[in-house]
């Protein structure tokens, strides 16, 4: 497999093998053995579909935090994460890595996510370490500054008023 820890610790992007022939194309998308060196035991598995500039996030688990194996589907989205695991060398550090069917992302425990859609129908399949708990979750605004500017918003000549979010993804606090 094809590895590589980003700037933010313990973070990797993992490039999908794809089997391409007149029909379409063949990848697997997780093997038990492959993924040994993360240490990390996935008890959820889910997915989402979106429409295009959806964004959801930023996203995380307090008491009981989530790893995540991520991998988008179909579409395409701009991942963003922000470490916040206060014993970590990139603690407050974020990055954003655009995902589609080319590659797969490890997200750890402690780190915050979201991610925005390029692409209609685009879907997101990721595992988790740990159960969803939706009192146990935790989130802040996608406009705080210290991810703001990892959307590249104006890259993709994106405008504020075309992103679609929940509720409960407008009205997020700045982090603390
Ligand atoms: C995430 C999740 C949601 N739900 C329910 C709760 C709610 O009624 C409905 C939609 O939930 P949300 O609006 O929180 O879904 P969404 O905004 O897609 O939440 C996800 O966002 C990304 C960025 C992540 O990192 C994920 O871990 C997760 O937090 O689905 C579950 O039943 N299980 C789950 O694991």
Redesign the pocket.
Known sequence: MDIRELEIKNVYQIKNKLYEDKRGYFSEIYRKNDYEFLKTNFV?E?Y?FSNKYTL??M?YQIKKP?A?LIRCLNGQIIDVILDLRKNSETYLKALSIKLDKNYTLYIPKGIA???LTLKDETIVY?K?DEY?N?ND?DGFIWKDPKIFEYWNLKEFNIKEEQLIL?H??KHWGYLR
């Open positions: 959820q889910n989402s959801r996030g996203h989530q995540k996510h979201g991610f990721y988790t969803f939706s979750e929940s409960k993804d």
